[in-house]
């Protein structure tokens, strides 16, 4: 458990170097091995966990060095998904986009060695988050040939809730579900409770978050408090904290991870405008519920420009934390 007032973390992706960009495209077109592959993944991976740390973040993770997209990268690893190749979702921007073409089989570990791998190379005391998408955007942002909607989100959850257990057992304690696509389809809310009790069903963690961004939080708000979580990680900066109030209409009782940095500008926020932001989380919840982070993941930002807003974030936490002890 992490005994922090305000724990600063990353939601999970983080900019990969530009050196490991351009080792992977090489590694795409056969002309690199999978044990010199292996080797630039751990160097990259080491290069973030350290970035991080000299940040002064406090709930760590590699940045995702390992991963691709959160839903291609487990679904290359569970066997029933096949790709047909990208699709076009905005703009000049295309996702592999996976299709459920067999039954879905547990596919055994997919992150426990990204996970000890990082407890080994960070430094002993840090508290670690692992992500993990969760089944319901999973399962929305895929083709599906075999199953009902409904069954494919709980063969899914059933596949993460093994996967979770493995890590728990490996030491994790920390397990961040990453489900984007809860507030946006707010009739299926119930649907996504029921999958995240299945994906957290006997396992034994301190932290169960979920994280969550885009659509409109007001259209699933209270309802979202039945969850069977510590936490709900959100994005406020990008909309300006649009939907901050509403959750002043009803008692937030589980404790909330604050969206407090926007990534999708480069700009870098101010000290002194994160200050401002987490105290308007500190209107919502008591210092005790509230996590700080950026938005969302990352990758997308230049890598300076997201080392500096973790700087920045970490520098803005420090001095509410003076101000509140």
């Known amino acids: 458990m992490i005994n ?4 600063t973390t990353i939601i999970g992706s ?9 080792v992977k495209s090489i590694h795409e077109k056969g002309k690199f091995g999978e044990e010199k592959m292996e080797e630039a993944e751990n160097d990259a991976c080491k290069v973030i966990i350290d970035e991080h740390e000299i940040c002064g973040i406090d709930v760590l993770n590699d940045g995702e060095m390992r991963r691709t997209e959160m839903v291609e990268h487990f679904a290359s690893k569970i066997p029933g998904f096949k790709f047909y190749g990208p699709v076009r979702v905005w703009g000049n921007n295309y996702f592999n986009k996976p299709s459920v073409t067999r ?13 000890k791998f990082i407890k080994k190379h960070s430094d ?54 990453d489900e984007p696509a809860l507030s946006t389809h707010p009739s299926e809310v119930d649907l996504v ?20 961004c885009y659509g409109k939080f007001d259209q699933i708000y209270p309802e979202i408090l039945d969850f069977e979580v510590d936490q709900f990680s959100l994005e406020f900066a990008n909309n300006n904290f649009e939907f901050l109030d509403i959750f002043k209409e009803n008692e937030f009782t589980k404790e909330l991870g604050l969206g407090c940095i926007d990534v999708h500008k480069s700009e870098v926020e101010s000290v002194s405008d994160i200050e401002n932001n987490i105290n308007r989380g500190l209107n919502i919840v008591p210092p005790e519920k509230l996590w700080i982070n950026p938005d969302c993941g990352m990758k997308l930002l230049p890598r300076k420009s997201a080392y500096l807003k973790l700087k920045n974030m970490v520098k803005a936490t420090n001095i509410v934390r003076e101000e509140i002890e």
């Open 4 to 7: 922090k007032l305000l724990p």
């Open 14 to 22: 983080y900019p990969k170097p530009k050196w490991f960009t351009k």
């Open 103 to 115: 039954e879905l089989k547990d596919p055994g570990p997919m992150l426990v060695d990204e996970f």
């Open 124 to 177: 002993e005391n840090n508290y670690i988050k692992m992500p993990i998408t969760g089944p319901y955007t999973i399962a929305d942002w895929s083709f599906n040939e075999i199953y009902s909607r409904k069954e494919l989100i709980m063969r899914l959850a059933d596949i993460i809730n093994s996967e979770i257990k493995r890590l728990a057992d490996a030491g994790v304690k920390c397990i961040q579900l």
């Open 193 to 212: 409770k029921e999958a995240t009790s299945k994906v957290f069903d006997n396992v034994k963690l301190d932290k169960k978050i979920i994280h969550a």
